[in-house]
């Protein structure tokens, strides 16, 4: 079975917490890219960031709906939510937009371990590590392109 080592893209791009959110936008498309990891000083990944959250900033905002009821107001929704949303509708870097939470692979991941994590995450630019050290990375492209060769055959 094929694996992460196998269908990744190595020449990654990566960019750092402090590019600004329209050079970023550039980079995508110049470089033709839904996706980068974010990598500190010393190049570990740190976060990821992607077409979505770039979007995310054109988005409407959402503002939870709200009663009082006797001396209390009852919020329906998260504020926190609410929060993160507002924080990547003004963002201005990567840092502002980015997703923290950083899922990564393996060069041994296989195949379809890695489009499960992509369809029941929601996540679909997964950074490839061994170790610390990023080696590659997978996109949807690099799924759709994997699996358009195996029926060639």
Not at 3 to 9: F, N, R, W
Not at 18 to 44: C, R
Not at 90 to 117: N, Q, R, Y
Request: proline share 3%; aromatic share 2%.
């Amino acid at each position: 079975m094929l694996c992460a080592k196998d269908i990744m893209t190595k020449n990654v791009i990566t960019v750092t917490p402090d590019l600004g959110v329209e050079k970023l936008a550039g980079l995508f498309w110049k470089n033709n890219i839904s996706g980068a990891p974010v990598v500190d000083a010393e190049g570990h990944v740190v976060a990821v960031v992607t077409e979505s959250d770039l979007i995310d900033q054109a988005k409407k905002i959402h503002i939870p709906t709200m009663i009082s009821f006797l001396d209390s107001v009852i919020m329906f929704g998260s504020a926190d939510k609410v929060e993160k949303e507002i924080g990547k509708i003004t963002g201005t870097t990567v840092s502002d937009i980015c997703t923290k939470e950083v899922i990564s692979l393996t060069e041994d991941t296989p195949l379809d371990e890695i489009a499960t994590i992509m369809a029941e995450k929601g996540v679909h630019t997964l950074p490839v590590l061994s170790g610390k050290v990023l080696v590659g990375i997978i996109g949807k492209n690099d799924i759709i392109k994997t699996l358009a060769r195996q029926h060639e055959v």
